[in-house]
């Protein structure tokens, strides 16, 4: 089967400028999961959505981040304007269902802030 | 919400040595515990998982065990070889939505 997609792989902006990331998950999977990945640290969860309404956006930071998932399906997320601490691998993440179930990760996009 | 600590940091072991470590966690509902394997530049992996009904599971070369009483479960590898060279995070759910908290992740290097 094929994987979660995201793109773009890679980008570079200027602080406050704004970026948005992009998301397919693997199909049929109901949850899907934005992790932020600081470098040398664990994932830290954004945002989760159960088909297309929000689970938990706890640790959201919701002044600059917004994320969507209007059909279920494939997600955005946005950060408007971005800060030099925004500097991560964004990963998106999907499984089939919330709870105990595998989440399968997607290649990240590399995000530098500068 | 959910604390997971993980340690140590980094471990160095050479090749067919055994390689543990360890995590604790906060949340005493929490009843799944994930292992995930990063290689350097890709996306994490899950490699093994425990539910809390049991307190051992095995797949060939890698374990883990889980001491709910204590409130830590542990990654064992035994016979190490070059390719278990990775970074290995840990995981606890907590929440209403028993979403993922991870550990800081294990720089596991496994020396020939």
């Known amino acids: 089967e094929a994987g979660v997609a995201q793109s773009p792989r890679y980008k570079i902006i200027e602080k406050r400028q704004s970026v948005a990331f992009w998301c397919n998950p693997i199909s049929g999977h109901a949850t899907l999961y934005w992790y932020q990945q600081i470098l040398g640290q664990g994932p830290k969860l954004l945002i989760q959505f159960q088909n297309n309404g929000v689970v938990d956006d706890s640790q959201l930071p919701k002044d600059r981040f917004s994320a969507e998932r209007l059909k279920g399906v494939d997600s955005t997320l946005k950060i408007q304007p971005a800060k030099l601490e925004d500097s991560a691998v964004y990963l998106c993440?999907?499984?089939?269902?919330?709870?105990?179930?595998?989440?399968?990760f997607g290649p990240g996009t590399r995000l530098t802030v500068t | 919400g959910e604390n997971v600590e993980q340690h140590p940091s980094t471990l160095s072991v050479q090749e067919g040595d055994s390689a543990v470590i360890k995590c604790t966690y906060s949340?005493?509902?929490?009843?799944?515990f994930p292992w995930y394997k990063q290689e350097l530049g890709k996306r994490p992996q899950l490699i093994i998982d425990?539910?809390?009904?049991?307190g051992e599971k095995k797949d060939q070369r890698i374990a883990v065990t889980l001491n709910k009483t204590a409130k830590h479960f542990s990654l064992h590898i035994t016979e190490t070889q070059p390719e278990d060279s990775a970074v290995y995070f840990c995981a606890s759910p907590s929440g209403s939505a028993r979403q993922l908290t991870f550990g800081s992740g294990t720089q596991l290097t496994v020396l020939p």
């Open positions: 993440a999907s499984s089939i269902t919330t709870g105990l179930s595998e989440q399968y």
């Open positions: 949340d005493s509902a929490s009843n799944y």
């Open positions: 425990i539910r809390s009904n049991v």
